[in-house]
T-cell receptor, first 113, second 115 residues
């Protein structure tokens, strides 16, 4: 079983829709939870990160962490065609040598105009 | 401010050859990370530098991979000799001292193809 599970999609939605992206994980030691956006042929771009449980909002993006369920979500409101990209979840836990980051497989999102 | 820069953007080499990838982190960033994504798999951690010292190299696949960070500035990742399974996209990321990978900025990656 992978430490981080993420549905690769693709997920296709109409412009203006609310998008929900999710990841589950198995390691209860994870402390930092990140969401990255990656456009084709580009590197991952950090959207948001959350420490421990709770919600965090930044503009149209909201990240939620539920440590009791080992489940994290990213919501995109009023989705735009420019949001079309691959969204990666990632999580970090302290390990020997420092923080170790585990990435999900990424979900491909298409927002249709 | 310049972001994390990686060279080359794409490299095609034959099996058995040597390739050196370069990463220029954001100026002043002490932390430098190397990651790799092979076809159809997740991005995987390779190693972490703090300035010029290797903090964690537990993700390095084998001794054909050698990473250096001379003077705590740019870093190189050499693969010698390259094998077919080394093909993938190699990412570099950097972050400021006192922060972790949760606040790291990524480069655009080097796409390595071994034929």
């Amino acid at each position: 079983q992978k430490e981080v599970e993420q549905d690769p999609g693709p997920l296709s939605v109409p412009e203006g829709a609310i998008v929900s992206l999710n990841c589950t994980y198995s390691n209860s030691a994870f402390q930092y939870f990140m969401w990255y956006r990656q456009y084709s042929r580009k590197g991952p771009e950090l959207l948001m990160y959350t420490y421990s449980s709770g919600n965090k909002e930044d503009g149209r993006f909201t990240a939620q962490v539920d440590k009791s369920s080992k489940y994290i979500s990213l919501f995109i409101r009023d989705s735009q065609p420019s949001d079309s990209a691959t969204y990666l979840c990632a999580m970090s836990a302290m390990d020997t040598g420092g923080f170790k980051t585990i990435f999900g497989a990424g979900t491909r999102l298409f927002v249709k105009a | 401010e310049a972001g994390v820069t990686q060279f080359p953007s794409h490299s095609v080499i034959e099996k058995g050859q040597t390739v050196t990838l370069r990463c220029d982190p954001i100026s002043g960033h002490d932390n430098l990370y190397w990651y790799r994504r092979v076809m159809g798999k997740e991005i995987k951690f390779l190693l972490h530098f703090v300035k010029e010292s290797k903090q964690d190299e537990s993700g390095m696949p084998n001794n054909r991979f050698l990473a250096e960070r001379t003077g705590g500035t740019y870093s190189t990742l050499k693969v010698q000799p390259a094998e077919l399974e080394d093909s993938g996209v190699y990412f570099c990321a950097s972050s400021q001292a006192g922060t972790g990978p949760s606040e790291a900025f990524f480069g655009q990656g080097t796409r390595l193809t071994v034929v």
